[in-house]
Structure formats: structure tokens, C-alpha cells
């Protein structure tokens, strides 16, 4: 089964950038769609980005788009989410999930990693 690591969050102020890695093992990216969500304390977790399995597709929420941008390394069985322009706003912890097609529905999703802390704040 595939299993999910995150990494690279971390404390930034408004207006920087961050990327995350999701590092996938016992599997390939190539054969899943990886979605990226995320998860406010008090909110319910939100799609926020998705890669299609053929990495030909990709997937921006609206409150996300023009700045977030995910990216496959099928050599390093990884997805990034490069984060760009960070607000405040955008402060949750960051999961990457994988499924057989992109969507934004959490429950369409298995192999859940643990999470990884982004705190924009100045």
C-alpha cells in the first residue's frame, strides 16, 4: 500500500514562499492521482491541489489559484506544492493523500500522510 510523507512546512511571514514535498513509498506517484489538502484548527479539511495520475492534469482550488502550483518528480516518487505569496489565511497543516482520480472530495482519498505545520504569520 502506498504510503505518504510530508515535509518543509514551517513558519513564514505574509507574502513568502514555501514548498512542500510529499514523498510517496510502496508505490508509485505515477500510478495515483496525489492530492494536496489542508486543514485549519476549527475548519473542515479542503482539497487544495491535485495531480492526475498521468501528471497531465492538474488540479487549483480558487482561494489557492495564481499562487500554489503542484509539481510530480516521478524519479524521486515525489509531489511538491510550491506555495507562493502566503497569507495568513492559508496557516493549517498540510496533507497529501492519494486516490485513483483527482477530486477535492476527502473521502475519496486513502494512504493519508501525517501532516505538516504551515504558520504564515508576521
Known amino acids: 500500500q502506498l504510503q505518504l510523507v510530508e515535509s518543509g512546512g514551517g513558519l513564514v511571514q505574509p507574502g513568502g514562499s514555501l514548498r512542500l514535498s510529499c514523498v510517496a513509498s510502496?508505490?508509485?506517484?505515477?500510478?495515483?492521482?496525489i492530492g494536496w489538502f489542508r486543514q485549519a484548527p476549527g475548519k473542515e479539511r479542503e482539497g487544495v491541489s491535485c495531480?492526475?495520475?498521468?501528471?497531465?492534469?492538474?488540479n487549483v482550488a480558487d482561494s489557492v489559484k495564481g499562487r500554489f502550483t503542484i509539481s510530480r518528480d516521478s524519479a524521486k516518487n515525489t509531489v511538491y506544492l510550491q506555495m507562493n505569496s502566503l497569507k495568513p489565511e492559508d496557516t493549517a497543516v498540510y496533507y497529501c493523500?492519494?486516490?485513483?482520480?483527482?477530486?477535492?472530495?476527502?473521502?475519496?482519498?486513502?494512504?493519508w500522510g501525517q501532516g505538516t505545520q504551515v504558520t504564515v504569520s508576521s
Open positions: 495531480i492526475s495520475s498521468s501528471g497531465g492534469s492538474t
Open positions: 493523500a492519494a486516490s485513483p482520480d483527482c477530486s477535492y472530495y476527502v473521502w475519496a482519498f486513502a494512504s
Open positions: 510502496g508505490g508509485t506517484v505515477d500510478h495515483h492521482a
